[in-house]
């Protein structure tokens, strides 16, 4: 009991790596799954399945950006959102000068990001705990509010894009099937480096830190600037989930970058199962499917939405990852 | 120039009244958040609906009884009591789970308690009016009148911090909470039955911020989601304080209140001395909702244990 | 107080959310048919507005005998959660899943500013009965669009004229600091010339004023115009009251109304809002009609609900027009343009830009007989009045 760390379970080890290689299992089968989806949709004729699984994985993207810091350096970032809204605002303000481009904005966008986290994260980690959860609200609330100030790109009004970003001065993104495997082929790329890195020396040493800090400290290791760069690269990727999400809605707002919205990923993160990559990926799906079902049903749906998760979180350990795992083969299970 | 400072001296007098209401007000929620967060190592996000819960107790008892007094007095035991049916049923299986899981199923509660109040009260605002004999507002300095029903706020939340202090600093409960907030599984060890003094506190703790959803109910909108935008004021306020302490959250509560009250007025007034007063109101409407965001990220930067950080909690 | 009776009804309705509504949606697509999609915040703070909506389009609806122009209609009801992102996906589920002929709705500009592409580039019509931009009104106004309630800045307009009709010198004026509240302020001024003590921009929710209301008392202003929608309108009027200014006459748009009365009450007595039309207006289709949403909802109608009301009647008369052909959509969007319909504000007419042109009147908050907190209308400030953003709209 100790108020002034956050404390992630302590998993042991060795089912860390069992889970961490089921995990990759998992995310193959739902890559596999995503790839094929519109073949499905020819057959059904319901393209708008589509449009449901466009934005499912780019909230899968900035989940798992999120698990990054989150679920491998214990660092529970409760402003991850304003790395979302900085990729959506950086297509918005270089639509109004005319720049149009998306690797243009998206490497502005990754660049504006990743300064901000550097300067944030500075700052932030000097704090723990729950004053690194408070901290880093902070900042995403001065963020936020300083958007809706912003009259010229609409402030809360919002700002709607024209058309879609075009790629190479072609207009592809247009077309719904593209936009589709453009998310899934950054979804794939964002989870490959994150897997890469989080098994990278890089990667032992933040798990390392995460675990048990003393220790890496005794063994010669400051942990601060693995977790800055982390925290770094995490708001680069949630930045790119910006920049898809402006261009699937084609319109930005600074309700992208909300408080509440910064909660939601981590119900993501944790509802899935933190610290597996896969877990998000499932968990974004989770939420944005239980929503769209819910809320089919009555104008009261928030009821049963939280009775779901209060129920996952009292019956279940890990998630719904967890439970699937359970479920699946509890022999396996310490 | 001599009328104008004395008016800007009595605004501002009045702006910092304002302010150390406001403050009082989140220090009633902050209260408990910080006891049950120092103690039971356990974020409750939840903690902001059971203000608005308050609020609604206090607005269905009012109307009932048609006094003020009684319908607060039925709406502190119900809030006590719903506290205790929470702890009992869902946050007594939480405190051994990591922080995520809690802030999952707090997170979860929140949706279910908003919606339940919108199922039971409806979607639309109520309102409480405020006691007859509070009404009108009283001659404070030179030609400054002052609300009374407001005096009368601030009187209270003087008054539960001062019987807060009492409890914790020399009762044996605050004894024990005192301990729990550095140590708990040492108190439970020397045989206090650490899960009854946990569902007093729990209890407690939701019955102060019922109490503050109650007294702010007259002057404020009683409706569905009011306590989402005060659980993060109460965050902050906590955070700044350090958590786990009562006198800490008291003097970040009063200087949230009154940085963002007074902010709010001046900070305006003062950026016109620097800039020309179309750059000046458009930065100072850009910073004042920042205000206290700042005052957080700058306090945590110099003590990023909070001013008053519980001992014993430090690594 | 609220009764039983608004919660059954609220049940009622909420059980034509659900998907169980639709019979077969591929039976749909064959003529004879209408589809219509209701897009309002039904959750949240706000959700109390999207009812207001929800329930005077479903009513109307009702009293159709659920047909439009012949047609049998399906309705389907959806939640944007006053979210733009989660508003523009559930638009699209509308209009490219179900295949909606018309969304209605919604209630916020910015979820309006979200939804028109989607929905007008996916063939259906869309109905706003509440947000009204400017840029929707002037130089992006779309064939596809079409406005029942007014153009945003036309409510601020009435109360600006007001001000300057009663020969107000100085004002101080109050907006929360959003886009919303820069457009009001900016409105209010349209029509008011006299001079401003002070301009106030409030962070968005904020929920005491007590700061403000000291300015408020240290100016000494001949009246206050206020733009507080929603929660942040009942703290205010309350604590104006309280703070004792109601000497000080309290002009206000959208921070007055049926939906916010309920908590306002004695403390809004008296103060003057804007609007095209009030629960006492004189006519036999608006008196029938309060008559029944009250006897089914339990609480009093505000403009949320005729303009979706209004939208229904619109639909109909269009669609009767066409002889239920809802295929043709440049047949049908010329009968959208002219058909008259029986609108509870009488007179009513669209602009170029398919905005109405319409009167505004001054209204004033009332306690009824039956104890019941209102509004009514005071005086005509507006007779047949158009937006000023109609002559940049090139259709």
Not at chain 1, 25 to 47: E, K, R, S, Y
Not at chain 3, 168 to 173: C, E, H, M, Q, V
Not at chain 3, 187 to 192: A, D, L, P, R
Request: proline share 4%; aromatic share 10%; with cysteine.
């Amino acid at each position: 009991m100790n108020s002034s760390t956050t404390n992630i379970a302590p998993a042991h080890l060795a089912e860390v790596r069992v889970s961490f290689r089921t995990a990759g299992f998992a995310a193959l089968a739902m890559f596999a799954i995503l790839a094929a989806l519109p073949l499905l949709t020819l057959v059904t004729g319901d393209a708008f399945v589509l449009v449901v699984a466009t934005r499912i994985m780019i909230f899968a993207l900035a989940a798992l950006s999120l698990d990054l810091i989150l679920g491998f350096g214990a660092l529970v970032s409760f402003g991850h959102a304003a790395f979302v809204g900085i990729g959506a605002y950086a297509v918005a303000i270089l639509n109004a000068y005319g720049v149009n481009d998306l690797l243009v904005q998206s490497l502005v966008a990754v660049a504006v990001a990743a300064l901000f986290a550097l300067v944030t994260g500075a700052i932030s980690l000097r704090t723990r705990g729950v004053y690194f959860i408070m901290i880093t609200l902070a900042f995403g609330q001065m963020l936020y509010f300083l958007m809706i100030s912003l009259s010229a790109f609409g402030g809360d009004d919002g700002y709607t894009l024209p058309a879609r970003s075009t790629v190479l001065g072609m207009p592809l993104l247009e077309n719904n099937l593209v936009m589709f495997y453009t998310v899934l082929a950054v979804l794939v790329g964002a989870f490959l480096l994150a897997r890469m890195l989080i098994a990278s020396r890089f990667g032992r040493v933040l798990r390392g830190t995460r675990d048990n800090a003393v220790r890496m400290q005794a063994i010669g290791f400051s942990p601060s600037p693995y977790q800055l760069t982390a925290y770094v690269i995490a708001g680069s990727i949630a930045a790119l989930a910006g920049v898809l999400l402006a261009n699937q809605v084609e319109f930005v707002s600074p309700a992208y970058m909300s408080w509440q919205r910064s909660g939601e990923l981590i119900v993501m993160v944790v509802l899935g199962g933190m610290g597996t990559l896969a877990g998000p990926i499932a968990g974004a799906a989770a939420f944005i499917l239980l929503e769209e079902w819910l809320s089919s049903f009555s104008q009261h749906w928030k009821l049963g939405f939280g009775l779901i998760l209060l129920l996952v979180v009292l019956f279940s350990k890990g998630g719904v990852g967890g439970l699937v795992k359970r479920l699946l083969g509890g022999a396996h299970h310490g | 120039m001599r009328g104008l400072l004395s008016e800007m001296l009595n605004l501002f007098l009045l702006q910092a009244l304002n302010g150390v209401q406001f403050g009082i007000m989140l220090f009633l929620v902050a209260a408990g958040l910080t006891l049950i967060f120092g103690i039971m190592d356990l974020i409750n996000l939840s903690h902001g609906v059971l203000y608005m819960v308050g609020a609604y107790f206090a607005a269905t008892f009012v109307a009932l009884t048609g006094s003020f007094v009684l319908g607060l007095l039925l709406a502190l035991p119900a809030a006590l009591l719903l506290g205790i049916v929470l702890e009992l049923l869902v946050f007594r299986r939480l405190y051994e789970r990591d922080h995520l899981d809690q802030v999952l199923a707090t997170f979860g509660l929140i949706l279910i308690l908003n919606e339940s109040v919108k199922v039971i009260w409806g979607a639309a605002p109520l309102s409480v009016p405020v006691p007859e004999a509070l009404t009108g507002s009283v001659q404070l300095f030179g030609n400054v009148r002052y609300p009374l029903y407001r005096l009368v706020i601030i009187a209270a939340g003087l008054a539960t911090a001062a019987g807060l202090y009492v409890l914790v600093n020399f009762t044996r409960v605050g004894m024990l909470l005192r301990a729990g907030a550095s140590n708990a599984p040492m108190v439970s060890a020397l045989g206090v039955d650490i899960r009854r003094l946990f569902t007093v506190v729990f209890g407690l703790g939701a019955m102060l911020a019922g109490l503050a959803g109650a007294l702010v109910a007259p002057i404020l909108s009683v409706e569905p989601g009011m306590g989402d935008s005060v659980l993060i004021l109460t965050f902050v306020v906590i955070v700044i304080g350090g958590v786990g302490s009562v006198r800490g959250a008291f003097i970040a509560a009063i200087l949230v209140g009154v940085v963002d009250t007074v902010g709010r007025t001046f900070g305006p007034i003062l950026l016109r001395t620097m800039l020309d007063p179309s750059a000046a109101s458009q930065t100072g409407r850009a910073l004042a909702p920042m205000l206290i965001y700042i005052l957080m990220a700058a306090v945590l930067l110099f003590r990023p244990m909070g001013l008053f950080p519980v001992r014993g909690a430090v690594r | 107080m609220l009764s039983i009776r608004k919660r059954t009804a609220g049940l009622v309705a909420s059980a034509c959310v659900a998907t169980s509504c639709i019979v077969s949606p591929a039976a749909w697509a064959a003529e004879g048919k209408i589809k219509i999609g209701l897009l309002y915040t039904l959750s949240g703070p706000a959700a109390v507005l999207g009812e207001q909506s929800r329930d005077g389009f479903l009513l109307a609806a009702e009293k159709l005998g659920n047909k439009f122009g012949g047609l049998d209609a399906e309705i389907i009801v959806v939640d944007d959660e006053q979210k733009p992102d989660v508003a523009v996906s559930k638009a699209r589920e509308l209009v490219e899943r179900e295949k909606v002929d018309f969304v209605v709705g919604p209630i916020f500009s910015n979820v309006l500013g979200a939804i028109v592409k989607p929905v007008t580039a996916g063939g259906a019509f869309l109905i706003s009965t509440n947000a009204g931009t400017s840029n929707l009104a002037g130089a992006e106004c779309n064939p596809d669009l079409f406005v029942t309630s007014y153009q945003n800045d036309q409510i601020h307009e009435v109360l600006g004229k007001y001000a300057e009709n009663q020969g107000y010198k100085r004002l101080f004026l109050i907006a929360p600091n959003y886009q919303a509240g820069k457009d009001a302020l900016a409105g209010f001024k349209h029509s008011y010339k006299g001079e401003v003590t002070n301009e106030i921009f409030t962070p968005l929710g904020q929920l005491d004023f007590s700061a403000e209301l000291a300015q408020i008392a240290a100016d000494q202003p001949d009246a206050v115009y206020a733009f507080m929608p929603g929660g942040m309108g009942v703290n205010l009027v309350k604590q104006y009251r309280q703070a004792g200014l109601e000497g000080i006459p309290f002009l206000s748009a959208f921070t007055v109304d049926e939906s916010t009365l309920p908590a306002q009450q004695d403390a809004a007595l008296g103060f003057l809002g804007g609007a095209n039309w009030a629960q006492n207006y004189d006519n036999a289709q608006s008196r029938d009609f309060v008559k029944a949403y009250e006897a089914k909802f339990g609480n009093v109608p505000a403009t949320y609900a005729i303009q979706a009301y209004d939208a229904a009647l619109l639909i109909d008369a269009a669609v009767k027009a066409t002889g239920g052909n809802v295929t043709d959509k440049a047949k049908l969007r010329e009968a959208l343009e002219k058909t008259p319909f029986e609108s509870l504000r009488g007179d009513f007419r669209f602009g170029p830009n398919h905005f109405p042109i319409q009167d505004f009147y001054l209204v004033k908050v009332v306690k009824r007989p039956d104890g019941k907190y209102a509004t009514e209308v005071v005086e005509k400030i507006f007779d047949d009045y158009q937006d000023n953003y109609a002559s940049r709209c090139k259709m």
